[in-house]
């Protein structure tokens, strides 16, 4: 058995970061930028009114000066004159400053008559242009990696960056294993239960950028191992759920070894989640997750998540986490870390009653997972502890 | 003028819930629970072992008992004899206990010869059963509404819910107006800058749950605008960005008009985001967006993120705030809500210098907003504000 960390760090020496592809802008928004892009002008490209109002040559003004309107300047549409003493623009928010023009007076500040306009008192004094390149500059990066989000979108959208250079998504297989599981919507024998692991991990490999390959349930039997691992080749990762301990035999790591499997570790020191088995098949790494439903999922946040990290190129480690008080007390931890199903609630963390790896209902309503270290003692209500927020 | 809180609460009042679909488990994370659903089996379906071990059919036992292995059950393979006194079954994980089975003793603790089992000194106390449906019985119901997510999907395959009534995706149509705008991708003029705000919503809205229908570019003109406007027919939710003051004239709201706007507000208190605008055309929903890039995605976060969680059936209200203490001190604010673009950092929120409504470089970096009363008065660093994280 190794520690957690020990398994995380073997974990990330699975894999490394995949291939770099073009993607339509409209379809970058949560995916990982994989190189630094430059910004193709200067935004805004021009000096440009902040607001609507009237642009002016001078700086220093008074209430009472009369200014004689000489054309407009709208967004789109620059004036083309210059503008001298004494003279104005109609200006609106977003246009072009015109040749000559040193101040915007918002048009709540002028008194207007025909083509002339008259300041009014105690006008707002601010200049209301906004400089070119007061965003960014031509040659200005959007620094790789990042993971984008609309923001972004609309950031690089504005550099004129049409094409993104993104992470593609790294390819998962997923295989339950198990005579007792039938899929979703079949009808289970007495004996049988239906696999959730495989869908609900599904999900969270997608949501963390992964493209997903289910495969079929595959019996405890080599051939239907066989057969589905077969199914798995061509992808980044090959996750197993189940069949670390079929009976006597390690089915799983055995139908694996035939194919090539370089096992890396197959016990980590924790709750839930002992069994977890990693290595590689050729170029391939491979992730072993328990059976229990509450395993899985727990160890696919744990392990699989940093790792999908790092196949996209971004920076890979434990889950963060925060420190908060603990609602009520917790009695002392065996020896191995354990990860307790929580809530956070109003600033303060309450693990559920029930911490059996089986329990579904537990896990879809936590929010929240506490960690204990080995051997840590029993904690009062109130004490602080680390906690990783789902 | 209105209050935010005004302008929301008229926003909310232009839609409601859309229609229900059913679709596969696989498809559904992410998606919004619109019935409850109900769990069709117990889960386990049958008292199963917690442990791989020895199911025997006493509970009082002491060191150096010893039993005769009769059988095995695993997961799948139920054991079809009874166990008697004397007797034991090897069991594994997840397998159905035999009947008789009142204990499991894991496997840790017991020396086996040929086909008896005698106990170890100190076994472990526990009887290591999950008890027919501890984690949920027939009839157990997922509630609605709900965002479903990974742990959630999982369940709902436990539960051997096939196809899941969600909350079909509300259609969002998306226009950005103005003669200075070329897309993402083209060449623009001197005068012109790129289309940045909708796909940047667009990322935005998909993100919460809607389809989006991105349209054309409008021109500054009757014919542009009529064009699009016929082209977000059927929508639940059209949105409009910039247009609002283009010349003297709000051209948006003049064209709207003329295919049946019903204008509810078209001014907001706040910065940024003052020229926002809220109707209904028919069926459809109307929102019109400021053009300043920060403005329109600010005012999407506050404003139409809560209106899709109302079509989708969620219960809908401002954006969730929590207290944090400012890291640096504030000046005085204006007489307008303002929402400061803004960074959490070892738990204290730090707003940018700079906070012009055209600044995307400072809205990709920030993570959440500060929100400012009207009149709040200057404050120093360490006082709690409001912040809303993005």
Chains 1, 2 share one sequence.
Do not use: W
Request: with cysteine; glycine share 10%.
């Amino acid at each position: 058995m190794i520690s957690v960390a020990d398994a995380l760090a073997a974990v990330l020496k699975l894999g490394s970061p995949v291939d770099v592809e073009l993607v339509p802008l409209i379809d970058a928004d949560g995916r990982v930028l994989a190189q630094d892009v430059a910004a193709t002008r200067d935004q805004p490209p021009f000096s440009a009114s902040a607001m609507d109002g009237y642009a002016i040559s001078t700086v220093d003004v008074a209430a009472g000066d009369t200014f004689t309107v000489i054309g407009e300047a709208a967004a789109g549409h620059r004036f083309d004159g210059k503008i001298d003493d004494g003279q104005a623009v109609r200006i609106f928010t977003g246009a072009p400053l015109p040749v000559g023009a040193q101040r915007v007076i918002i048009q709540e500040d002028v008194t207007r008559a025909g083509s002339s306009i008259t300041l009014r008192e105690n006008i707002d004094k601010g200049h209301h242009i906004r400089p070119s390149g007061g965003d960014f500059k031509v040659g200005d990066l959007l620094t790789a990696p990042r993971r984008l989000g609309p923001s972004d979108v609309a950031l690089l959208a504005s550099m004129n960056v049409a094409l993104v250079p993104v992470r593609r998504r790294p390819v998962v297989a997923i295989i339950a294993t198990g005579d007792e599981l039938v899929s979703p919507g079949e009808t289970p024998r007495d004996d049988q239960i239906i696999a959730s692991n495989s869908l609900g991990l599904a999900a969270m490999f997608r949501r963390a950028g992964a493209q997903t390959r289910l495969l079929p349930i595959a019996k405890d039997t080599a051939s239907s191992l066989e057969m589905d691992l077969s199914l798995a080749e061509g992808a980044d990762l090959l996750v197993t759920i189940g069949g670390a301990s079929v009976g006597d035999r390690d089915i799983v790591a055995e139908v694996a070894g035939t194919m090539g499997l370089e096992r890396d570790f197959y016990k980590v020191a924790m709750r839930p989640g002992k069994p977890l088995m990693a290595g590689r098949i050729g170029k391939m790494a491979m992730i072993g997750l328990p059976g229990n439903p509450v395993s899985s999922m727990v160890c696919g946040e744990l392990f699989i998540r940093p790792l999908l990290d790092h196949f996209l190129g971004l920076p890979a480690g434990p889950r963060a986490r925060i420190s908060l008080p603990l609602a009520q007390p917790l009695d002392a931890n065996s020896q191995r870390e354990h990860y307790m199903r929580a809530n956070i609630e109003d600033g303060a963390v309450r693990a559920f009653d029930r911490q059996d790896s089986s329990l579904l209902t537990v896990l879809a309503q936590a929010n929240a997972l506490i960690v204990r270290p080995p051997n840590d003692p029993a904690r009062a209500a109130g004490e602080r502890t680390e906690v990783i927020a789902l």
